[in-house]
C-alpha cells in the first residue's frame, strides 16, 4: 500500500472519529439542555405554584431508592407552598406568612411596627412541555430564615442531565447556609456563602458516586440579611436558641436527607429540614401547628429508619405512615439547651436596623434588582462564550467547543456534574447590596427567562404588578409567548419598606 492510500486511509479514520465525537456532544448538548430544540407556536399556561411531580407516575415500592433522598420520578420537585395561620411562618421552608391587608402608617415608628413582614415572595415554574419532556427546575424561599423575624433566603435551581441536583438542592441548600452562619457567625456572609457551595459541591459528588447519578444545576441563591450598626462591622443577628447540625464539618447530612426525602406516593416532595415542613435551624412548632409560637428542629428515630429501611430495599412506607410521622410527639423535639423551644428573635426594635441582600451564583441562573426603576444585575453568567471562563478551562487541560465545556456543557460552573468537575467547578460568584427606599424588587430567575427577556425588560414588565406573584407568572407567560425552549422557575420578591 502506498503512502498516498495510507494518509487516505487515516484520514477517513480521523473524519469518522470527529463525526462520531461530534454526534455524541450534540446528543449530551441536548441532554444538558440549551436550546437546540425547533420552536413551535407558543402556548398559553396554567402555572401551579408548585410542581410536585404531578404529571409523573406515582413510585412504587419496588422503584430503587437513592441514596440522599434522591427520587426517581423524571420532574424535579420543590416543597409545596404553604401559607401560614398567622404572620409567623416560623422560618418553614416555601410558606407564605398571612398578612393583614391593613398596612402601617408611614408615620409610625419602629416599634409600633414590629413583626410586618418586609418583602413578599411570588414563585411560578413551568416545564415548558412543548419543548422539554422533564421539569429539572428546582426552588425554594424561607421567611424568617436562621430565625431571625424579617430574614429571608431565596433560590432556584436549574438541573441539566438529570434533576437530583437540583431536587437536592431544593429541599437542603439552605440548611447548609444556615449551618455555615451558626458555625462561624464572625465571618463575612460572601465568604460563607462561598464555603456553602464547596460543601454542597463536594456533597452533591459523594452522592453521585454512591448513587451512579452525574446530574448537575446552576443555582442562584440570595440572603435578605438584618444587620445592626453603621455598617462598619456587618454584625449580624443570632438566635442563640439555634444549634449547629454539622453540616459544615461533614457531620448531620444522613440525618438531614431522612428529613427531607421524598416519601412514595408523597406529593408534599421535600420536607424542607423536617418533618412538617419545618426548617432544620428553626422549623414548626412541635405540634406542627403554625399558631404554637415555638421554632424547634424535630427528627423522629422512625422517620429515620423509614429511610435507612427505603435505602436497603426493606419495607416501605405507607401515607398512614408519613402521616403519623408529621404528628410526632413533643418527646422528639430539639430544644434549647435549657429545654425550651426556639422562638425567633424580632429585631425591629433596633434604631440602626439595615438590611443588606447578599447574593451568590454558579452558572447563568440570574438575579436582577430594580433600583430605582433601574435594573442591576447582581450575579455573573458563568459561560463557555465567556473568555475569562474559557481561559479557565483551558488552563486546566480542558477544552471549549461551540460555547461548551469540551462541547458538553453550555455553563463553566454548577453544583454536581463531578464527571466533569476538574473544569466545572462550584465557586460562585458573590455581591453585597445594602438595600434602601429605591430598591423595589429582586427578580431571581434560571435561564428560561433570561433567554429571550433583558434584565431591564423584565423589570419594565413587571415594576406596575404589586403582587409578585402575578408578577412572576407574568415574566412566565412572557418567556413562553417568546419561544423559550426552557424548563422555567421565576421567583419575585417585592420589598416593602417603614
Given at each position: 500500500m502506498s503512502i498516498r492510500d495510507n494518509n487516505k486511509n487515516n484520514k477517513t479514520r480521523w473524519n469518522r472519529r470527529v463525526?462520531?465525537?461530534?454526534?455524541?456532544?450534540?446528543?449530551?448538548?441536548?441532554?444538558?439542555?440549551?436550546?437546540?430544540?425547533?420552536?413551535?407556536?407558543?402556548?398559553?399556561?396554567?402555572?401551579?405554584?408548585?410542581?410536585?411531580?404531578?404529571?409523573?407516575?406515582?413510585?412504587?415500592?419496588?422503584?430503587?431508592?437513592?441514596?440522599?433522598?434522591?427520587?426517581?420520578?423524571?420532574?424535579?420537585?420543590?416543597?409545596?407552598?404553604?401559607?401560614?395561620?398567622?404572620?409567623d411562618t416560623f422560618g418553614v421552608l416555601n410558606r407564605h406568612p398571612a398578612?393583614?391587608?391593613?398596612?402601617?402608617?408611614?408615620?409610625?415608628?419602629?416599634?409600633?411596627?414590629?413583626?410586618?413582614?418586609?418583602?413578599?415572595?411570588?414563585?411560578?415554574?413551568?416545564?415548558?412541555?412543548?419543548?422539554r419532556r422533564t421539569m429539572e427546575d428546582a426552588h425554594s424561599f424561607v421567611y424568617d430564615f436562621a430565625g431571625v423575624k424579617g430574614q429571608g433566603y431565596f433560590a432556584v435551581f436549574d438541573g441539566h442531565a438529570g434533576k437530583h441536583a437540583a431536587e437536592w438542592c431544593g429541599q437542603n441548600f439552605h440548611e447548609y447556609l444556615l449551618d455555615a452562619i451558626l458555625t462561624h457567625p464572625d465571618q463575612p456572609i460572601p465568604d460563607l456563602m462561598n464555603k456553602t457551595f464547596h460543601v454542597v459541591d463536594s456533597r452533591l459528588s459523594h452522592l453521585a458516586q454512591a448513587g451512579k447519578t452525574s446530574s448537575g444545576c446552576t443555582a442562584v441563591t440570595a440572603f435578605l440579611r438584618l444587620e445592626k450598626g453603621d455598617g462598619s462591622d456587618k454584625r449580624g443577628y443570632i438566635n442563640n436558641g439555634l444549634q449547629t447540625r454539622g453540616l459544615m464539618l461533614g457531620k448531620g447530612e444522613d440525618e438531614l436527607e431522612a428529613q427531607t426525602a421524598l416519601q412514595p406516593g408523597s406529593r408534599r416532595s421535600s420536607m424542607g429540614g423536617g418533618t412538617s415542613g419545618q426548617m432544620g435551624g428553626a422549623g414548626a412548632p412541635g405540634n406542627g401547628s403554625s399558631s404554637s409560637g415555638g421554632m424547634v428542629r424535630k427528627m423522629s428515630s422512625k422517620r429515620i429508619k423509614d429511610f435507612v429501611k427505603s435505602l436497603t430495599g426493606s419495607g416501605s412506607s405507607n401515607s398512614k405512615d408519613d402521616e403519623n410521622a408529621l404528628a410526632e410527639d413533643e418527646d422528639d423535639v430539639?430544644?434549647?439547651?435549657?429545654?425550651?423551644?426556639?422562638?425567633?428573635?424580632?429585631?425591629?426594635?433596633?434604631?440602626?436596623?439595615?438590611?443588606?441582600?447578599?447574593?451568590?451564583?454558579?452558572?447563568?441562573?440570574?438575579?436582577v434588582i430594580c433600583r430605582g426603576g433601574k435594573a442591576v444585575r447582581l450575579t455573573y453568567d458563568h459561560k463557555g462564550s465567556d473568555a475569562q471562563e474559557a481561559k479557565r478551562i483551558t488552563d486546566a487541560g480542558g477544552f471549549v467547543m461551540n460555547n461548551r465545556v469540551n462541547g458538553v456543557l453550555a455553563v463553566t460552573r454548577s453544583l454536581g456534574d463531578s464527571s466533569m468537575k476538574e473544569f466545572v467547578v462550584g465557586s460562585p460568584y458573590?455581591?453585597?447590596?445594602?438595600?434602601?427606599?429605591?430598591?423595589?424588587?429582586?427578580?431571581?430567575?434560571?435561564?428560561?427567562?433570561?433567554?429571550?427577556?433583558?434584565?431591564?425588560e423584565a423589570v419594565d414588565l413587571i415594576r406596575n404588578i404589586t403582587d409578585p406573584q402575578d408578577a412572576s407568572k407574568f415574566l412566565l407567560d412572557h418567556a413562553m409567548s417568546n419561544y423559550s425552549t426552557d424548563n422555567l422557575s421565576v421567583m419575585v420578591i417585592r420589598f416593602t419598606h417603614a
Open positions: 463525526s462520531d465525537f461530534m454526534i455524541k456532544s450534540i446528543a449530551n448538548s441536548a441532554a444538558m439542555g440549551q436550546g437546540g430544540i425547533a420552536a413551535t407556536s407558543p402556548q398559553q399556561t396554567t402555572t401551579p405554584t408548585s410542581i410536585s411531580d404531578y404529571d409523573s407516575p406515582a413510585n412504587s415500592p419496588e422503584m430503587p431508592k437513592r441514596p440522599g433522598g434522591l427520587s426517581d420520578g423524571p420532574n424535579a420537585r420543590s416543597k409545596t407552598v404553604t401559607v401560614a395561620d398567622g404572620e398578612v393583614s391587608e391593613k398596612q402601617p402608617s408611614p408615620t409610625k415608628s419602629n416599634d409600633q411596627i414590629t413583626n410586618r413582614v418586609t418583602f413578599r415572595v411570588g414563585v411560578s415554574e413551568d416545564k415548558n412541555k412543548r419543548c430539639i430544644k434549647a439547651e435549657d429545654g425550651t423551644k426556639v422562638e425567633a428573635i424580632d429585631p425591629a426594635n433596633d434604631p440602626n436596623l439595615r438590611r443588606v441582600l447578599y447574593t451568590a451564583n454558579v452558572g447563568d441562573a440570574r438575579a458573590t455581591t453585597e447590596t445594602a438595600l434602601d427606599d429605591q430598591d423595589e424588587f429582586l427578580i431571581v430567575a434560571c435561564d428560561g427567562l433570561w433567554d429571550v427577556c433583558e434584565d431591564q
